[in-house]
Every structure is written in structure tokens, then in C-alpha cells.
């Protein structure tokens, strides 16, 4: 069983930073692909960046040049940097994990909530 726990949410002026960290409680972190989803009041759930056992990441379109995500195995938590933030960053960002090879179930965290003030 897994458990993803986030945490680093907060209120920031547009053009600051904020830094997010998903804690994985459980076992065989480095076989699980991690990654940051966000969902705003009225949209779906979008995919934000994902980091893969070795370290391979990707980003959506909007954040490219603005966040880095990245993992640390010893402490089995995954980090979204999130820099130049801008009001429509503002969304509940969940943490999501999936074994690399597709089996088994998905993970999520319960989400933590991220404003951005014009």
C-alpha cells in the first residue's frame, strides 16, 4: 500500500515561488513514476510534470521554463519548483504515482491548495 502526502501549498504574489514535496509512504519508491497534477474550480484535472525512476522528466506546455521537478530516492519524495508563478497557476496540485511498468493501481495525495495573487 501507498501513501502520498503533499505539502508546501500557499498564498504567493505573481512572479514568486513556492516549492512542493510529495512524501511516498511505502515501498519500492524508485519502481513508481511520480508525478504533479493540478485541477482549478471549474476545470479538469491537468497534467503538470511527471519524473520518471531515473530521473526523466516531463512538463506540460504552461509550466516549461518555470518549473522543475525532481525526486530524491533516500528520502522518497518528489519536489515541483515552481518559479515566475502566475495567477493561473493557481489550483489544488496533487501528487500521483504509478508503477513504471503500468500494473497495479494509481496513486493519489489529498492535494494541496496553491494562490497566486495578481
Known amino acids: 500500500q501507498v501513501q502520498l502526502v503533499e505539502s508546501g501549498g500557499g498564498l504567493v504574489q505573481a512572479g514568486g515561488s513556492l516549492r512542493l514535496a510529495c512524501i511516498f509512504y511505502?515501498?519500492?519508491?524508485?519502481?513508481?513514476?511520480m508525478a504533479w497534477y493540478r485541477q482549478a474550480p471549474g476545470n479538469q484535472r491537468e497534467l503538470v510534470a511527471t519524473?520518471?525512476?531515473?530521473?526523466?522528466?516531463t512538463y506540460a506546455d504552461s509550466v516549461k521554463g518555470r518549473f522543475t521537478v525532481s525526486r530524491d530516492h533516500a528520502k522518497t519524495t518528489v519536489y515541483l519548483q515552481m518559479n515566475n508563478l502566475k495567477p493561473e497557476d493557481s489550483a489544488i496540485y496533487y501528487c500521483?504515482?504509478?508503477?513504471?511498468?503500468?500494473?497495479?493501481?494509481?496513486?493519489w495525495g489529498q492535494g494541496t491548495q496553491v494562490t497566486v495573487s495578481a
Open positions: 519524473v520518471s525512476p531515473g530521473s526523466s522528466t
Open positions: 511505502g515501498s519500492s519508491f524508485s519502481t513508481y513514476v
Open positions: 500521483n504515482a504509478y508503477h513504471y511498468s503500468r500494473s497495479g493501481p494509481e496513486y
